[in-house]
């Protein structure tokens, strides 16, 4: 009896010890801990916390194939020559040679002249658009999931490499994200009508509709009017704008890639906290097309986030978890180039 108790004890001694190595060696082993989320929680850059999930539309999901009215004070443009000597007939296609705002050049201004009026040639309607090569260097006239739909070019303009004091600007891209708070065709409306007022001009290099199609209205090489009073306060805490007009605030449309998600019908009073949120064909969409820019997570933010005037609050309602997972399932590349010499 006396050497069954022994038996039964040390066997419960084996037990205890193997039971205790064993989770020894589970915790040690790298593969199987869950990686912790890097930190995202920074003045201006998208923050895990500032953001409650929300459930997504059940949408279809539409992946790529290949993997209210919007206000901003804005920096006028300038009639400034391009850096280089080439002749903008040379860099143009035959039937747009006669461009009075060379949509041809992508390259940057070297600094803003003294802001002007517009001509009357300048707000004519566009007679012609651009490639969607021009957008995205890769892409193929061939996928039904891009196209272009090109804003006016007084609701744009140039980037510039020095400010109007004329220090040198070496401001990494960052990319904005945005809502149109209002209809797609309200967005595409306001964006292609001329704006000789420079309170009016406004637009974003890229609308993402319901379906996660993606419309490009602006080239990355130029500068949208997307947020006026703006600052990127960076992972340094260090804060970023560049003032490009005299008249108006500093902001980073010089560096900025502007993204606006479509907003849900019950979206599209401003005065409203939320809304029923994006699909999930838009995050994805969302994350494959900033998966192209290369830009890294921490300088991914919002509208709400970098305004400066305390009116913006866009986007509302958006899943930061869902878009991190969506972004990081992508390779990062180079595919859009933000900023000169695309």
Known sequence: MIKRKRYIA?????????????????????????????????????????????ALPTLSIAKPKSASKLSSKTAAK???????????????????????HRLGDTRCIERPDRPRGLTKQE??????????????????TATTQESVVLAHPSNFGWRFLRDV??????????VVLHETVGSYESAIA???????????????HVLIREDGKIVYTVPPTRRAYGAGDSVFVNSDR??????????????????????????PEDGYDSDAAGHSGYTRSQYESLAWLIAKTG??????TTHKLVDRSGSRRDPRSFNVPYFLERLRSYPSSKDIAIGCGF
């Open 295 to 300: 830009i890294s997570e921490d300088r991914i």
């Open 10 to 54: 040390l066997g419960i001694c084996v037990c205890g010890l193997l039971l205790l190595l064993g989770t020894r060696l589970t915790v040690a082993n790298p593969l199987s801990m869950a990686s912790p989320l890097p930190s995202l929680v920074r003045s201006s850059a998208l923050s895990l916390q500032n953001t409650s999930p929300v």
């Open 78 to 100: 300038s009639p400034a020559k391009p850096l280089g000597n080439a002749s903008l007939a040379q860099s143009l296609p035959p039937e747009q040679g006669d461009d009075v």
């Open 123 to 140: 707000l004519a309607p566009l007679a012609f658009t651009l490639p969607l090569t021009r957008f995205r260097s890769t892409a193929t």
């Open 238 to 263: 260090q804060e970023e704008s560049v003032k490009t007009n005299p008249n108006y605030p500093p902001s980073v449309n010089n560096f900025a890639y502007h993204l606006s998600l479509v907003s």
């Open 165 to 174: 004091s004329g220090q040198v600007l070496q401001n990494a891209p960052i």
């Open 190 to 204: 306001l964006f292609t009508t001329p704006h000789d007022d420079e309170d009016e001009q406004v637009s974003y």
